[in-house]
Nanobody, 124 residues
Framework: VQLQASGGGLVQPGGSLRLSCAAS????????MAWFRQAPGKEREFVAA????????AYVDSVKGRFAISRDNAKTTVSLQMNSLTPEDTAVYYC??????????????????WGQGTLVTVSS
């Protein structure tokens, strides 16, 4: 299983970015997918998740209303649209995949597959 994240970059506060994660080598349609992030000097934290069928999503409170996770099972991709970015959103963003049940979607220890990370820097 390989996950390839892309779309990071430098953006001004209030701007937008769209991250993408391309999956290969497994049964994408059966995986719950998520984005996590790790800021400098901080632990990795959950950002958003989407259930394998796409009908359920979950977000950390700090991004609700600003970020939106989506997936395209035909293209085996998951995306994270990030709007109204703030410097506090600066981090390396990782996509992750799991076949575990949905109630564990926020917990990184339940994700066996990880992408390499893409850096998002929000700065003026």
């Amino acid at each position: 299983v390989q996950l390839q994240a892309s779309g990071g970059g430098l953006v001004q506060p209030g701007g937008s970015l769209r991250l993408s994660c391309a999956a290969s080598g497994g049964s994408f349609r059966s995986w719950n997918m998520a984005w996590f992030r790790q800021a400098p000097g901080k632990e990795r934290e959950f950002v958003a998740a989407i259930k394998y069928a796409g009908g359920n999503t979950a977000y950390v409170d700090s991004v609700k209303g600003r970020f939106a996770i989506s997936r395209d099972n035909a293209k085996t991709t998951v995306s994270l649209q990030m709007n109204s970015l703030t410097p506090e959103d600066t981090a390396v963003y990782y996509c992750a995949a799991t076949s575990t049940i949905w109630i564990y979607a926020r917990y990184s220890e339940h994700y066996p597959y990880w992408g390499q990370g893409t850096l998002v820097t929000v700065s003026s």
